[in-house]
């Protein structure tokens, strides 16, 4: 079902009580966004109808690839940081998509950064590996674990269709500036009987490292999460939305570990945070997910 546009009859009027006249670039309603964020001359606002929050202005299209390609990975010390930070949660995702796949199953990673996922907690003997890397450098990393290898932004390369039996998005889903098209390439290579697992941060735990006075302490300020390329924050309801929109069904969303953190505070505080989310969506039989990171697994719509 698509969602019919709100209009409003000013489009250019200024914002107030942290509201500002937008577009939202996910469902493409015309409205007054909540102001989550702002810094400088960028802001985060949030569509009411949709629910996904999105930064203002978008970063073209150009500037992404640039990036993303020449300047994102260019060394080994640059790659260590899609490492063993990441390992409690690449652990409990690989774990969980394993338990749900055939034995020989085709995997698809979708900006898979030097390989680190695929050749450490999936055995070859189980899958057969692919990836699909922006970076150059990154991607001839991975080439040389003996992952198959696609290199390019994700639009421009040249998948096979019913291919894959399984493909993960993990840690880079909200970088996708079209997600809707990108979703759409992502379903004419899996298999009808395929899977998508997408991991993603919770929208709100992100926005609340960067507005609390206590979790700024911990954690980053709104400037450190306006220097990055993430275009897009995403919750359950977002996500939902727009899995349906481009032929998906949702059919569960596990939370996960958060990402290591450099301070002791930090662990601690996430952690806990993580263990008692972990307790509310099991005692809410799967039904409350409160991050701190998320795990979707999505299916192809009949």
Not at 195 to 217: C, F, H, K, N
């Amino acid at each position: 079902m698509t969602t019919t546009p709100a209009r409003i009859a000013d489009r250019n009027q200024t914002a107030t009580q942290g509201l500002s006249a937008a577009r939202c670039p996910l469902c493409k309603t015309w409205g007054r966004m909540k102001i989550e964020l702002e810094e400088a001359e960028k802001r985060l606002l949030r569509c009411p109808v949709c629910r996904v929050a999105f930064v203002d202005p978008l970063p073209s299209l150009d500037a992404l690839t640039e990036d993303f390609v020449e300047r994102h990975i260019t060394n080994e010390k640059r790659l260590e940081k899609f490492g063993s930070s990441r390992d409690p949660v690449l652990k409990a995702v690989s774990s969980t998509i394993s338990r749900q796949s055939p034995q020989g199953a085709k995997i698809l990673d979708v900006g898979c950064a030097g390989g680190y996922f695929l050749d450490k907690f999936l055995s070859a003997d189980r899958w057969e590996k692919y990836g699909a890397e922006a970076s150059r450098f990154a991607s001839e990393a991975a080439a040389k674990k003996g992952i198959t290898m696609w290199q390019g932004m994700f639009a421009s390369l040249d998948l096979p269709a019913s291919f894959f039996d399984v493909v993960t998005v993990l840690d880079a889903f909200y970088y996708f500036r079209e997600p809707q098209r990108d979703l759409g390439i992502i379903r004419k290579t899996l298999k009808p009987t395929g899977t998508l697992w997408i991991e993603v941060p919770l929208a709100e735990t992100q926005i609340w490292r960067s507005s609390s006075a206590i979790a700024r302490t911990l954690s980053r300020s709104a400037r450190a999460l306006f220097a990055t390329n993430q275009v897009f924050y995403y919750n359950l309801a977002s996500l939902s939305y727009l899995l349906k929109e481009t032929g998906f069904r949702m059919s569960g969303a596990t939370p996960v570990p958060p990402v290591r953190h450099p301070s002791r505070n930090a662990n601690l505080l996430y952690g806990s945070f993580y263990g008692a989310s972990r307790v509310c969506w099991a005692l809410s039989l799967r039904h409350l997910n409160f991050g701190p990171n998320i795990l979707v697994k999505a299916v192809p719509a009949a």
